[in-house]
């Protein structure tokens, strides 16, 4: 079974362990460690995603939204991905 957790790898690997399930776990997932009979097992070819931007319509002229939208854009600029 696969958890589906999103909230955090650890709780994810604590249901591992428990014998409930198995997850994919980012770069940032792997950095932790993990408990005692839970393995991490690398994929030999990465996995891709993609990302999107969701907001309401009134909130687009809002600064704070703006400068999230433009740090993503710069993001995915600097791993040559397109823009959001």
Do not use: N, W
Not at 38 to 45: F, M, N, Q, S, Y
């Amino acid at each position: 079974m696969y958890t589906g957790c999103r909230r955090s790898f650890e709780s994810c690997a604590k249901l591992i362990a428990a014998g409930l399930g198995i997850t994919l776990a980012s770069d940032l997932g792997q950095s932790f460690s993990p408990p005692h009979g839970v393995e991490i097992i690398r994929l030999d070819k990465p996995l891709q995603r993609t990302i999107v931007i969701v907001q309401l319509p009134h909130t687009a002229q809002r600064p704070t939204v703006g400068v999230v939208h433009e740090a993503f854009t710069r993001a995915a600029a600097q791993h040559g991905l397109p823009p959001p």
